[in-house]
């Protein structure tokens, strides 16, 4: 196995480095920001492929990482829960969503009044917080360090790396996993920011997941956590602005207490906005041909979008076959 830099600690970047650690390679991860400072802190991370392809190698993807967050959910890992969910469409629906055969009790329904059709299902539930903090100390115990190093070109990794690994004899593997900032770095103009924003409540006891994606005044979601509750959302390709929107929160609020009424008069405890790194054409999971300086490979996993906490670890297992089928 090779020596193997991940850029990037998001939850892409994180699981990738886990599960090459695990499969034996040595790896350590350079990120511009603390996971904690990363665009997934912020994310709702509900299981739910959100606006992505009807390829197979995605739903594989999300396949694997269903059943991955499902056994930590049995496992008890800090910030992982099956979370019951109601999905209502405003339009009638011939036949289950492409992602169905990943969600073992997906089940279409009557819907309530107003609505064409809901589907109910289970699917796993991770609150940021804790869940990047168990993966840091996943791979503190894997003994991969985790690095503040801002890179500003591909190219200059290797050397970065022979001060990681002084004594190594041969280029570090490079697994570039940096979501937004790939667009630079990897040279894709396809990359670009998808700004949402959400607003944190306190949780007035509830238990179920409720979705409204076809809202005609956006899309809508409520999706409860152990001491509050996320409401959602908006999805605004190449808006980057993330400060504070009053008028947008308002909104939010409105559309989630119309949904869920029990909500009326919950505090309200914040507002967040981040910017999930989109690409048109979806996720790149791919080794770049052109490697880097010195004969170094390098492979990219970006571009996920809304939907990292969906397929990451479906992701880091590919990649983690990648090197193991390739390394000589």
């Known amino acids: 196995m090779p020596n193997v830099v991940v850029l990037g600690a998001g939850v892409v970047g994180l699981t990738t480095a886990v599960r090459l650690a695990e499969a034996g390679a040595r790896v350590a991860v350079l990120t ?9 802190r912020v994310a709702a991370a509900v299981w739910y492929p959100t606006r992505t392809s009807a390829d197979p190698r995605v739903l594989g993807w999300a396949r694997r990482t269903f059943e991955v967050l499902a056994a930590h959910a049995r496992q008890e890992v800090p910030g992982v829960v099956m979370r019951p969910t109601r999905m209502l469409l405003r339009e009638a629906v011939t036949g289950d969503p492409w992602w169905a055969p990943a969600v073992p009790d997906f089940r279409a329904v009557a819907p309530p009044e107003g609505y064409a059709g809901q589907w109910r299902f289970t699917v796993p539930a991770v609150e940021m917080g804790p869940y990047l903090a168990w993966l840091v100390d996943r791979l503190a115990r894997l003994e991969v360090p985790v690095r503040r190093h801002r890179v500003d070109r591909l190219a200059d990794v290797p050397a970065i790396a022979a001060e990681v690994w002084p004594s190594a004899r041969r ?16 040279d894709d103009p396809a990359v670009h920011p998808i700004r949402g924003r959400i607003v944190l409540v306190g949780n007035p006891g509830l238990t179920t997941s409720v979705r409204d994606e076809g809202n005609p005044a956006g899309i809508t979601y ?8 996320v409401l959602g959302g908006t999805f605004e390709p190449y808006r980057t602005e993330t400060g504070p929107d009053e008028e947008a929160g308002a909104a939010i609020l409105a559309r989630c207490v119309a949904l869920v009424p029990e909500l009326a008069g919950a505090p309200v405890l914040g507002q967040l906005a981040g ?3 989109g690409r048109l054409g979806g996720a790149r999971l791919a080794e770049d041909v052109s490697g880097l300086a010195g004969s170094a490979r390098l492979i990219h996993n970006y571009g996920h979008g809304g939907a990292g906490v969906t397929l990451g670890w479906g992701c880091a297992d590919e990649v983690a076959a990648l090197v193991l089928d390739q390394t000589p």
């Open 32 to 40: 511009a920001d603390e996971p904690a400072d990363t665009v997934s």
């Open 222 to 229: 409520v999706h409860p956590r152990s001491r509050d509750v």
């Open 171 to 186: 280029p570090p593997l490079v697994v570039n996993a940096t979501g937004l900032a790939a667009g630079k770095l990897a």
């Open 275 to 277: 910017l999930r790194p």
